[in-house]
């Protein structure tokens, strides 16, 4: 599972959340200091693609900036079971707002089979 933060304009961020290789297709979320990407009415898109002979699923979401550090998690679910996965990245804003860059904050974590 990797989560990434980048700048999508000078007000707004994407936040990304991409799992490779899970069966069956799991469900993602994205959540901002503890509150569902849903709940904020914000742009969201989800997709599946291939990777190298596994599945991948990514949900994009973009979210007006903060001027604060924000934690961001993206959980993992697979529908009709009870298995959940959470990984969490602190988001950075730059300090300088006008050219519209942030500081990447990213983790990436491989289930072992």
């Not at 002979?53 to 961001?72: H, M, Y």
């Not at 679910?77 to 298995?83: C, F, L, N, R, V």
Request: glycine share 6%.
């Amino acid at each position: 599972m990797t989560v990434r933060t980048y700048p999508f304009n000078k007000t707004h961020v994407n936040l990304t959340c991409v799992v490779t290789g899970a069966r069956p297709r799991p469900s993602l979320k994205l959540y901002v200091e503890g509150v569902e990407s849903d709940d904020r009415g914000n742009d969201r898109e989800s997709s599946m693609d291939w990777y190298k002979g596994n599945p991948r699923v990514s949900l994009n979401v973009v979210v007006e900036d903060t001027l604060d550090p924000a934690v961001v998690e993206c959980e993992m679910s697979i529908p009709e079971t009870e298995y959940k996965r959470r990984e969490r990245i602190v988001y950075y804003p730059s300090s300088n707002r006008s050219n519209g860059v942030n500081v990447l904050g990213e983790i990436s974590m491989r289930q072992n089979d």
